[in-house]
């Protein structure tokens, strides 16, 4: 039988894997809606920021309770401060990952030039969960040569998602100045399409403050 003291850190991070499933399950909608070129799927995202917001501070009261009844070591005491941070950063990603598929859904009209937007957002929203994917993963791993693996490839699929981002962004411009009657329509695509790469990038904070917990050093800043 485990002690209540482990009994806490599974549950913290068995919590925190769940919340991201929830954000990586609702990118996946999004990415079958754009494949399929179908918005509508997209009513079936049922990401409720505020019920992850509610369960992240369950999370954290879990935490700091667990503090104060134990006196754990170094390195549990290392994964307490980085899940406190991780559950917020997990918040972050939510917010992104809904306020891109709720804003791309109304921006994306008929008008605009569709093949080209898709070019690139198909890719930079696969790789943006992709890299979610890797982090959340890592709450469940503990050795630590695996854990940097997967924190390298989360690193690769964020570099991805600023070069995919980038693409589209100049494309998006050049569609802008050819049409300028729809340039407000473009720039909230472009906006949108800016979630999906805080998406990756909290998901680096998030793999960085894993890695953190078990191998210990100093924090990176996100």
Known sequence: MLKPYEENINKIKSEVYEIGQSVIQSNKIALSALKENDMSMMKDISLSISKISDKSNEIDNLIVK????????????????????????????????????????????????????????IPLLKSANEALILAVEMTKIDDEATLEQHYHKVCVEEDKTDDLYAMVSKNLLKLMTKKQELSKDYFEIMSSLRRLEKVADRAASIANLLLFAEVGGELEQS
């Open 66 to 121: 667990t503090l104060a009844l134990y006196s754990p070591e170094a390195k549990d005491l290392r994964l307490m401060v980085a899940y406190l941070k991780i559950t917020n950063e997990v918040v972050r990603v939510a917010a992104n990952a809904r306020l891109f598929s709720k804003q791309f859904k109304k921006s994306f009209t008929n008008d605009l030039n569709k093949k080209d937007i898709l070019e690139y957002t």
